[in-house]
């Protein structure tokens, strides 16, 4: 399996443009997260899915964000407008657990955004 | 509610000396425990995990952590450190709901 996949892996945009995080979890996973990395604030969960269905978003920082999974193969992230203070590392991982059930997270590489 | 803190940010150690980094959790319910680490510009990789089972746990690359409810700590440690474990390593608690609380991380840096 090829683990869990983003894209694209930097993005660089200026303030007030919107902004489109991909994430194609692992086969057979059927929950997926959302977290952001930044020096200030460490890592933080934004938003979790179980099956294609949001279950927790109160990590989601505002209105200007939201994220989408039409699919249990794919998940977007987006940001609109887009602000400095947003530029961080933003990471995708799937499980095959549950809301009432663990498993172990697998994390994508990353996707680093720039916000001018 | 969870949460986790790792003391110490930064971790500097020789090559083939022990790495010890240090978490300390509070949970309201029995909780399961973790230790990511991550590599320069790549994901959190899982190295161990604790689930309730032994309380010593071992994970991959020689690591291996304690479970201590007493102190409310699952510290991690490694015999011998080498140049391959500099990295930044998290410690997690995940309490509930499949959701995990990262600690602020430790950054370790192997000197040779």
């Known amino acids: 399996d090829a683990g869990v996949i983003q894209s694209p892996r930097h993005e660089v945009t200026e303030m007030g443009q919107e902004v489109t995080l991909r994430c194609k979890p692992i086969s057979g996973h059927n929950s997926l997260f959302w977290y952001r990395q930044t020096m200030m604030r460490g890592l933080e969960l934004l938003i979790y899915?179980?099956?294609?269905?949001?279950?927790?978003d109160s990590g989601m920082p505002e209105d200007r964000f939201s994220a989408k999974m039409p699919n249990a193969s794919f998940s977007t992230l987006k940001i609109q407008p887009s602000e400095p203070r947003d530029s961080a590392v933003y990471f995708c991982?799937?499980?095959?657990?549950?809301?009432?059930?663990?498993?172990?997270?697998?994390f994508g590489p990353g996707t680093r955004l720039t916000v001018l | 509610a969870q949460s986790v803190t790792q003391l110490g940010s930064h971790v500097s150690v020789s090559e083939g000396a022990l790495v010890l980094l240090r978490c300390n959790y509070s949970s309201s319910v029995p909780p399961y425990l973790f230790w990511y680490v991550q590599y320069p510009n790549q994901g959190l990789q899982l190295l161990l995990k604790y689930t309730s089972a032994a309380t010593l746990v071992k994970g991959i690359n020689g690591f291996e952590a304690e479970f201590k409810k007493s102190e409310t700590s699952f510290h991690l440690t490694k015999p011998s450190a080498h140049m391959s474990d500099a990295a930044e390593y998290f410690c997690?608690?995940?309490?509930?709901?499949?959701?995990?609380?990262f600690g602020g991380g430790t950054r370790v840096l192997v000197k040779p």
């Open positions: 997690a608690v995940e309490a509930a709901g499949n959701k995990l609380t």
């Open positions: 899915f179980n099956n294609n269905v949001p279950i927790d």
């Open positions: 991982a799937s499980s095959s657990g549950t809301p009432f059930l663990l498993n172990e997270q697998f």
